[in-house]
C-alpha cells in the first residue's frame, strides 16, 4: 500500500494537472497560454525591449535589424513601446477588473439572498447604471478628471458592474432556495458564514466567466478612450499608440507598423480572455456543497 500510493498520487496529478486540462478544454488552455505569454512579457518588458522606449532618435524609420518595428514621429523604437505597453494595457485591465467584479459581487450577493428593500435599493441602483450610457459617460468623466493611468481605472471600474450585478443576483436567487442552504440556517449558522462558505462557492464559476470578460471589457474600453486623447501621455498602453499613430501621421502615410501591432495585440489579449470563458465538458458537478 505504501508503495503503491506515490504512483496512484503521481496518476492523479497528471490527470487533473495540465494534461486534464488540455483534455477536457483545449480552447481555454489556449486562452491561458496566450494570456500567462502576455504576463511574462510585460513583467520582464525592461530585459525583452531592445531599446528604450522614451529614447529619441531619427523618426518614421521603416522596420529594419535596429527597429523591428520602426520608429514614430519622435524617432522611438515601437517594438519597444509595444511590449512596455502591454504593461499598461494589462495593469488598466486587470485591476479595472477586480473593482467592477468586486461592486457587481457584492451587490448581487446581497440582492438576492437578503430580498426585501435591499434587493429593491440595489436592483434599482443596477437599472439606474444600466441606463445610463456607458461609453458616453465614461468620456465625460474622463474628460473632466486628470489624464492619468489611475483616474481611467477608477472610471472603468466603477461604470462596468451592471452586468455582473444581474447575473450574480439570478444566480444567487437559485442557490439561496437550495435545501442544503435551509438545512444550514436550521443550524444556526449567520448569514455571513452561508454567503462565504456556500453561496458565493456555488456563484463562483459565474464570478469567474465575468472578472475575464470584465478585464477585456475594461482594456477595450481603455483603448477607445486612449484613442479619442483621454487616456495617460505618460503611460504609453496600446490605446495610446494607436491614438498617436492616428493624429502624428502613421495612418496617413500607411505606417502599419505604428498602428497595426498594438491594434492585434489587444485582439489577442480580449480572444484569450474570451477563451478563458469557454465551457468544458458538462460533467462537473453543478453544485458545492461544502
Known amino acids: 500500500m505504501e508503495l503503491s500510493l506515490p504512483g496512484n498520487l503521481f496518476r492523479r496529478l497528471n490527470d487533473t494537472g495540465i494534461k486534464g486540462l488540455l483534455d477536457r478544454n483545449p480552447l481555454r488552455s489556449l486562452g491561458i497560454i496566450l494570456l500567462t505569454a502576455l504576463v511574462l512579457v510585460a513583467v520582464f518588458a525592461p530585459y525583452l525591449a531592445p531599446h528604450d522606449p522614451k529614447q529619441t532618435g531619427i523618426p518614421y524609420q521603416s522596420p529594419s535589424s535596429e527597429h523591428l518595428l520602426g520608429t514614430n514621429d519622435l524617432g ?20 479595472s477588473g477586480i473593482i467592477s467584479i468586486v461592486i457587481g459581487v457584492t451587490v448581487g450577493v446581497f440582492a438576492g439572498y437578503f430580498r426585501g428593500w435591499a434587493e429593491e435599493l440595489l436592483l434599482g441602483t443596477t437599472d439606474v447604471f444600466l441606463l445610463i450610457p456607458s461609453l458616453p459617460l ?18 472603468v471600474g466603477l461604470l462596468c458592474w451592471c452586468s455582473t450585478a444581474r447575473l450574480v443576483h439570478s444566480r444567487v436567487l437559485q442557490v439561496r432556495e437550495m435545501q442544503f442552504i ?7 449558522y449567520s448569514n455571513l458564514y452561508i454567503i462565504i462558505r456556500h ?15 470584465a478585464v477585456a ?9 486612449s484613442f479619442l486623447g483621454l487616456g495617460d501621455p505618460l503611460n504609453i498602453s496600446w490605446g495610446e499608440m494607436i491614438h498617436f499613430a492616428f493624429s502624428r501621421g502613421g495612418f496617413a502615410n500607411d505606417m502599419w507598423w505604428w498602428y497595426l501591432p ?18 468544458g465538458r458538462k460533467d462537473s458537478k453543478m453544485l458545492e456543497l461544502i
Open 76 to 95: 522611438q523604437d515601437v517594438f519597444s513601446e509595444l511590449i512596455y505597453g502591454a504593461r499598461v494595457s494589462l495593469t488598466i485591465g486587470f485591476l
Open 138 to 155: 465614461m468620456i465625460i468623466l474622463a474628460a473632466y478628471l486628470n489624464p492619468s493611468m489611475w483616474n481611467i481605472i477608477m472610471v
Open 182 to 188: 435551509e438545512s444550514t440556517r436550521a443550524l444556526g
Open 199 to 213: 453561496v458565493l462557492v456555488n456563484t463562483k464559476d459565474i464570478i469567474y466567466a465575468k472578472f475575464s470578460l
Open 217 to 225: 471589457s475594461a482594456m477595450l474600453s481603455e483603448a477607445s478612450l
Open 262 to 279: 498594438p491594434g492585434l495585440m489587444i485582439c489577442v489579449t480580449l480572444l484569450a480572455f474570451i477563451m478563458l470563458t469557454v465551457e
